[in-house]
């Protein structure tokens, strides 16, 4: 009985949901959005701290993890860009409701400190204002010419 409840227990999912208002600027390759999202506490703990990609930042400068391996791979082109070339994610604010929460960003992750602890069972609507430099098109997010791929570009 007690196997079948340890399994039991690890088998939930958290669950997300998005809305998100975005402008495409092509002169400046950037995007300006305004993300709405609903994160679904369906473990069996309480939560004080949601943890997000900004995978963006992986084109911020020669010192990322997608820096450095693309140097292992013999691929130069991104460490020897210019820095007006390369892309990231500004994080202006995160609210929710009318109270501004607590972030850092450490390259790709964003943490966010939630000012009262997430129930289990019980959901949370944060609103994250952002700015995206598309960086030129090294991988799977950039720019070549009119041309852009927008992947993996909001907070998730």
Not at 58 to 64: F, L, P, Q, V, W
Not at 97 to 121: G, K, R, W, Y
Request: charged share 20%; aromatic share 14%.
């Amino acid at each position: 009985m007690t196997l079948y409840l340890s399994l039991f227990l690890a088998s939930w999912q958290q669950s997300v949901s998005y809305r998100i208002t975005a402008s495409l600027d092509t002169l400046e390759h950037a995007l300006r959005a305004t993300e709405y999202l609903t994160y679904c506490n369906n473990s069996p703990y309480q939560l004080d701290t949601l943890y997000m990609h900004l995978y963006a930042n992986a084109y911020r400068d020669e010192k990322t993890a997608y820096a450095k391996e693309s140097m292992l791979m013999g691929d130069y082109r991104f460490v020897r860009s210019k820095e007006s070339d390369r892309g990231y994610t500004n994080i202006s604010a995160v609210t929710t409701q009318d109270d501004t929460l607590p972030f850092s960003v450490d390259e790709t992750i964003m943490t966010v400190t939630l000012n009262h602890p997430l129930a289990s069972h019980d959901s949370v609507t944060l609103k994250i204002d952002f700015y995206v430099k598309i960086p030129k098109l090294f991988s799977r997010l950039g720019y070549q010419g009119r041309h852009y791929e927008i992947v993996q570009w909001y907070p998730k």
